[in-house]
């Protein structure tokens, strides 16, 4: 999750203008060249001193107002990141108590899953068939996770950041259901071609154009492939059919000019 110590910068407003010079509404009418002169060189050193001690004061009062906004703004993200925390804490330790065999950390503001959670975790890993990780702010799905979930029946990632898939993912032999819908994919993650129970893969909102339509076409207990709201090219709709058995769900073409 990310630091507090993001929200530590914060802009100071612009001070106002310096206030009139307290001797300039004594400079005589028609001595115009010189007063401008004056204000230039001789400045009465009261004056001085006062100016300053208003560019100070005002200073410390900007500073002020914009630390009350920036303390009101931390509390705020601390509070927020506190009951995310939180969330995390109580949903990993009901799977660990009750020895279930699903972890749900959706909406829990994760920019990784937590390392910490490896060792909580390390008994119970093998038994977790269905991990939901939607709605988080991941950018990516590391080897560790994997190899440590190997059990895994359904994975959902879905509303993340992640734009590739790690090797390891061929190792899910078990693997049924992949969700990876609302992401950066910008190719298709041909690593799920190789996972002999997968039945549906959704990538729905995405930027895939190319789609590995031969090496989908070998996978026997594939049903489902969503690639609706992605550029895919209007070949691979036209390929695709008389090859495949599975559903290819897929926006329709745009109109051509």
Known sequence: MGSCTDWLSFALPPLPPPAPLCWISSIPPGRGEAAVAALHHGLPRRCVELQRRRAKDQLALAFRSSQSVFLVGRDCMEKKMGEA???VARKVNETVENKADSLDLADCKL???????????????????????????????????????????????????????????????????????????????????????????????????????????????????????????????????????????????????
């Open 85 to 87: 925390v939180a969330r």
């Open 111 to 257: 920019v990784t899953f937590p390392i910490a959670l490896y060792k909580v975790m390390r008994h119970v890993s093998e038994g977790i068939h269905l991990i939901t990780l939607a709605n988080n702010e991941l950018k990516s799905v590391t080897s560790k996770f994997i190899t440590t979930f190997s059990q895994l029946r359904e994975l959902n990632l879905e509303g993340n950041c992640i734009h590739r898939l790690p090797e390891e993912v061929r190792t899910l032999l078990h693997l049924r259901v992949i969700n990876l819908s609302r992401n950066k994919f910008s190719h298709f993650p041909e690593q799920l071609t190789s996972l002999p129970a997968l039945e549906t893969i959704n990538l729905e909102e995405n930027e895939i154009a190319d789609v590995p339509v031969e090496k989908l076409a070998t996978m026997e207990s594939l049903q489902s492939v969503n690639l609706k709201s992605n550029p895919v090219n209007d070949e691979i709709r036209v390929i695709a059919r008389p090859l495949i058995k599975f559903d290819l769900l897929t926006s329709p073409a745009a109109p051509r000019v």
